[in-house]
């Protein structure tokens, strides 16, 4: 584990630090590139499939994308914007950890490197560019989907790990400034498109759940899952009275 997270992944988030570990972790792993191979990934999908099922590749992949975003981001996130500790987490530096098919942690190879930055893209470009961008493209390539389904995937984790850290201001007070932007700019410094922008909305309906997804996670298409998840888009167009259908986009 990453010693530094330990103060923090304390409590109700203790089950944190076993997310992002060192290569001492005793749990079988595959280096991250060989895990997300067409031949890797076939495998573990297949794997998957026994518990999920696999009537609709589709929502396969997009549960394999919410696992590995919230097993690759969380202790990355933390420890950047709390701690300004960088991690070692692009794809080569990296290995994988799966159960059932899905992935269960990342071995990241040391404890990483106290380093601040003024950017907050610059600040992730390991975690994003030489992380997520990579797995989108792989897992994209294994199944039709729509790779915004993908990124909506590790965007909206993203923006849920601020939402919980702007909870704690007083254990947090500046940390959730600096990864803001990645979810409120809509271009990249340097002009490309922010896959990270927007993941999320905020919308009062009278319902127990307010923030909402903008892309639907697919993750209905299985038969493990009855229905739309929670906070999905279609769920709150149906308490909005207004028509649910996927976009051609989203499938």
């Excluded at 919410?66 to 990355?76: C, L, S």
């Excluded at 923030?211 to 639907?216: A, H, K, M, Q, S």
Aim: charged share 25%.
């Amino acid at each position: 584990m990453i010693e530094a997270l330990r103060p923090i992944f304390s409590g109700q988030w203790e089950p944190f630090l076993a997310l992002t570990v060192l290569p001492d972790d005793p749990r079988p792993s595959v280096p991250m590139r060989e895990a997300v191979s067409r031949e890797g990934l076939d495998a573990a999908l297949a794997i998957a499939a026994r518990t999920y099922g696999d009537e609709d590749r589709r929502g396969l992949v997009s549960l394999w994308s919410m696992q590995h975003a919230y097993v690759a981001m969380t202790g990355a996130v933390v420890a950047s914007l709390a701690l300004e500790i960088d991690l070692p987490v692009s794809l080569d530096e990296t290995r994988l950890v799966m159960e059932h098919g899905l992935p269960a942690a990342i071995v990241v190879p040391h404890q990483g490197e106290g380093r601040s930055y003024d950017c907050a893209f610059q600040r992730f470009d390991k975690l994003i560019d030489g992380q997520v961008a990579p797995v989108v493209s792989a897992l994209s390539a294994v199944a039709k989907i729509s790779p915004k389904v993908l990124w909506n995937n590790a965007a909206n984790f993203f923006e849920y790990v601020l939402q919980e850290m702007e909870k704690r201001p007083d254990q947090f007070p500046e940390a959730t400034a600096r990864g803001r932007p990645l979810v409120t700019e809509p271009l990249r410094p340097d002009g490309g498109r922010n896959r990270f922008y927007a993941p999320v909305r905020y919308v009062d309906v009278g319902d127990a759940i307010d923030r909402w997804r903008n892309v639907c996670c697919l993750r209905h298409l299985l038969p493990e899952f009855e229905g739309y998840c929670a906070n999905c888009p279609h769920r709150l167009k149906e308490l909005q009275g207004t028509p649910s259908c996927a976009t051609a986009a989203e499938l």
